[in-house]
């Protein structure tokens, strides 16, 4: 199933709530593309521990790691670090050394880069096209951060560069030292992603800086926007596939939904449809309670009638919350009738190593029906 809905792509982006488990199924997906042959890249954001050490992610720089057992293709891992990709993106572009130095030297910047949001966002997309070009991989496979509204990821090289053209801070330095209240000027004109930024920061010779930020960027605006223009094609190209990853359960569905439409207002239909975390199968309903009870006075346990019960209670809800999964699944797979839609159950114990992660490999193959 992964790889019909991979055919032909060489990025994966994979949406989705936050906590629907984007960052163990991007990594799965990586990992199937590897076991298929292909030579893949994840990018992983907030991996959870244990799983970035399955992963080969201790280290703290954003270099991509051959993640080793893996074959017969090969599967590589890095986690995002976007301060790091935001700097060697002004290192790319800068006309000249000193350019470079005085841009990452700069405070505004410092804050501007690690701080804004959106800004990993964009930072990602870009890590994304880096490793795209990088000629060691067949398929990249990006995880997206949690964002505010997940809908905004498309729309981040935008708006990274709309913050980084920073016609506010032309018209400030324009001003001079002149009337009226430098911050004043920057709200008018409706930059408030600098403005967060400027008012963090306090103390004399702010507004100096705020220039020399300015200056700083004079000659590296065009190769910046066209880099974020280059980025968003990619984002919208038949090369990338996207993949949402979703819980079979109201809320995040709500999530889905409003992601696919913002994909499908940009003519883009999703590739695949996740469905996470889905319930097991409960024991058959025609147990019976007496019987049960019976069995375990038998086997000597306390209380027999009660612990029978609960048992029938707890079988009870369980068919009741695979029920609504199954329901909730049924409405999806008529909601995105050209889209696959991959079962994956809930593990126990949690994927945080290769062979859980494989497990989750057989349901996006579909050879395996591990929503049981
Ligand atoms: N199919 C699954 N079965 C059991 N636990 C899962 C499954 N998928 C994810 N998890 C667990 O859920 C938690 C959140 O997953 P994660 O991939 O970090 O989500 P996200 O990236 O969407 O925030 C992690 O502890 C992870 O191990
Ligand atoms: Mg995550």
């Known amino acids: 199933m992964i790889g019909q809905a991979l055919a032909g792509s060489r990025v994966a982006v994979s949406l989705g ?132 509204n997940s809908v905004d990821f498309l729309d981040a090289p935008a708006r990274i560069t709309r913050a980084m053209e920073a016609r506010a801070l032309k018209i400030l330095t324009a001003g001079g030292g002149g009337g009226g209240n430098p911050l004043r000027q920057i709200v008018d004109v409706g930059s408030s992603a600098i403005l967060g930024v400027v008012e963090r920061l306090t103390g004399a010779g702010l507004l100096g800086e705020l220039r020399e930020f300015v200056g700083a960027f004079d000659g590296m605006r065009e190769g910046f926007s066209a880099r974020a223009r280059l980025v968003g094609d990619l984002l919208r190209s038949e090369l990338t596939a996207y993949c949402l990853i979703s819980a079979p359960a109201r809320v995040p569905l709500a999530d889905a939904r409003a992601l696919r439409a913002r994909l499908v207002a940009d003519e883009i239909q999703p590739r695949l449809v996740v469905l996470n975390r889905f319930p097991p199968h409960a024991g058959a309903d025609s147990a019976d309670e007496s019987e049960l009870a019976r069995r375990l006075r038998d086997a000597n346990a306390v209380d027999a009638d009660d612990l029978a019960r609960r048992a029938m209670a707890n079988d009870a809800a369980m068919r009741d919350a695979r029920r609504r999964a199954e329901d909730h699944a049924a409405v999806v797979e008529a909601e995105f009738p050209s889209t696959p839609v991959a079962r994956v159950a809930a593990l126990d114990p949690e994927p945080v190593d290769l062979a859980g992660l494989d497990r989750i490999v057989a349901a996006l193959e579909g050879a395996a029906d591990t929503a049981g």
């Open 17 to 148: 709530a936050g906590g629907v488990g984007k960052t163990t199924v991007s990594a799965a997906i990586a990992l199937a593309r590897a076991r298929a042959g292909e030579r893949v890249a994840v990018v992983t954001i907030d991996p959870a521990r244990r799983l970035a050490g399955a992963l080969g992610l201790d280290g703290l720089d954003d270099e991509p790691r051959r993640v080793a057992e893996v074959g017969p293709g090969q599967l590589w891992a890095l986690q995002l670090d976007a301060a790091a990709t935001f700097d060697r993106l002004i290192a790319r572009h800068a006309v000249d050394a000193a350019q470079r130095e005085r841009i990452l030297g700069n405070r505004i910047y410092r804050h501007m880069s690690r701080s804004v949001a959106g800004s990993q966002e964009f930072m990602a997309v870009e890590r994304l096209h880096e490793l795209h070009e990088d000629p060691r991989f067949d398929l990249v496979v990006l995880d997206t951060p949690p964002a505010q």
